[in-house]
T-cell receptor, first 116, second 109 residues
């Protein structure tokens, strides 16, 4: 199946700093990518939908100025957590859909963010 | 509102069979997914059902009844490596995925 690469796998940062997470579709073009966060023992929560060449669509309650999303090409979307705080510590996962088939949704390996 | 319900945790024995149920109430329906997620890892795709009935794929099978808003994932010949969380997700009329909280499956020798 298709591969979605996500980096870094884990990151530890100080409170107040910014962290960038990259999500790449390696062998297909993804016009749409999705960003999720997941707290321990909870389900995936969709944060935003990233569309190539246009602004991301954020879910209710997600601060767009805090979680900056850039989808500059058909294979790369980035999520930047700005001025991170300990409550932003979470598991962040991206996914990308290959083509128009709804079942072809592939996930990155996730990024564990710990803010001290 | 939209809702996906699945048991929080289940325990089964190696070599046995286990059925994980999922019930849903969503605005529209464009398919139901099952994913496996090991701790600290991203979900991996197991199955996609859009029509009623049973889909079999090796040791794993998934069943859907749209009229009942119900699905189950059946795991046969359980192996220790099957210990993971199993996530049920439904795609609604806007093609948004609505996720269940996941069922943690514990396999005992």
């Amino acid at each position: 199946g298709a591969v979605v690469s996500q980096h870094p796998s884990w990151v530890i940062c100080k409170s107040g700093t910014s962290v960038k997470i990259e999500c790449r579709s390696l062998d297909f073009q993804a016009t749409t990518m999705f960003w999720y966060r997941q707290f321990p023992k909870q389900s995936l929560m969709l944060m935003a939908t990233s569309n190539e060449g246009s602004k991301a669509t954020y879910e209710q309650g997600v601060e767009k100025d805090k979680f900056l999303i850039n989808h500059a090409s058909l294979t790369l979307s980035t999520l930047t957590v700005t001025s991170a705080h300990p409550e932003d510590s979470s598991f962040y996962i991206c996914s990308a859909r290959e083509g128009g088939e709804v079942e072809k949704l592939f996930f990155g390996s996730g990024t564990q963010l710990s803010v001290l | 509102g939209q809702n996906i319900d699945q048991p929080t945790e289940m325990t089964a024995t190696e070599g046995a069979i286990v059925q994980i149920n999922c019930t849903y109430q969503t605005s529209g329906f464009n398919g139901l997914f099952w994913y496996q997620q090991h701790a600290g890892e991203a979900p991996t795709f197991l199955s996609y059902n859009v029509l009623d009935g049973l889909e079999e794929k090796g040791r794993f099978s998934s069943f859907l009844s749209r009229s009942k808003g119900y699905s189950y994932l059946l795991l046969k010949e359980l192996q220790m490596k099957d210990s993971a969380s199993y996530l049920c997700a439904v795609m609604d009329s806007n093609y948004q995925l609505i996720w269940g909280a996941g069922t943690k499956l514990i396999i005992k020798p």
